[in-house]
């Protein structure tokens, strides 16, 4: 199951809001270091802007710390189309714009499931379910890939 992760399980992975919330953000992505993750570039743009403004890195350092995930993740860019389609979104919902880019690149990647914990968990836009990964009780789409995940053996493993 592919997934789209939200500014907000990277910005906590990063240490920004403190300790707790990094090593839940670190489980999380080791949960799911096997899983097909996704990252709109609106999600890395925003990412850079919090570990300057809030994580008090300079430019230099907030580029050093988008590496990795520009690498070890697919991301997905802002098209003119699907920016186009985001700006429709907004205008006829609640949505910002910026959770609306970042759904219709989840959208566009063929993503079952967006990780965020800003947007509404259970939403579902465009075939995409809104989970909130540090939920009390998971959205059951996420919990079973969770499940389905802590099943699988390691690539390379002996079945």
Known sequence: MRCALDTNILVYAEGVNGPDRQTAAANLLERLACADLILATQTLG???SVLRRKGG???AEAVDLLGPWRTGYRVVPTSTALFDRAVRNAA???LQIWDCIILEAAADAGCSLLLSEDM???FV???VTVANPF???LHPLLASLLDTLSQDPPAGAPT
């Open 92 to 94: 006829s919902s609640e």
């Open 120 to 122: 509404q968990d259970g």
């Open 125 to 127: 836009y465009r075939g």
């Open 57 to 59: 890195y300079s430019g």
């Open 135 to 137: 939920a009390e009780r």
């Open 46 to 48: 925003e990412l850079f």
